[in-house]
Nanobody
């Protein structure tokens, strides 16, 4: 119940682009605030971007502003993360998660998590 599935990761050269997708039950994806997090080896999981259920409100960590875009298609129960101008420091496992707390950047506020998808950016 509520399980999310993240996909779209891969290996890309610096400056390249990737598009991640997060799908799940409509009652979860379409009614919760959905966020993308990432975790690099040896580092804590950090918030990357989030979007409200309506798509009106979005939030980004400063390091990805102007390069990443989060969006959603509720008809497809899917949230997307378009990542452009990728840098080696964007490397990590990317997770999508759902929260009842709008605009939250805290992992403890997120109830449902996807399994993660690996993004590797080579220099």
């Amino acid at each position: 119940q509520g399980q999310l599935i993240a996909s779209g990761g891969g290996l890309v050269q610096a400056g390249g682009s990737l598009s991640l997708s997060c799908t799940g039950p409509g009652r979860t994806v379409n009614t919760y605030y959905v966020g993308w997090f990432r975790q690099a080896p040896g580092k804590e999981r950090e918030f990357v971007a989030g979007i409200s259920w309506s798509g009106v409100s979005t939030g980004y960590v400063d390091s990805v502003k102007g390069r990443f875009t989060i969006s959603r298609n509720n008809a497809k129960n899917t949230v997307y993360l378009q990542m452009n101008s990728l840098r080696p420091e964007d490397t990590g496992v990317y997770y999508c998660a759902a929260s009842t707390v709008t605009m939250s950047r805290k992992t403890e506020d997120y109830i449902y998590w996807g399994q993660g998808t690996q993004v590797t950016v080579s220099s």
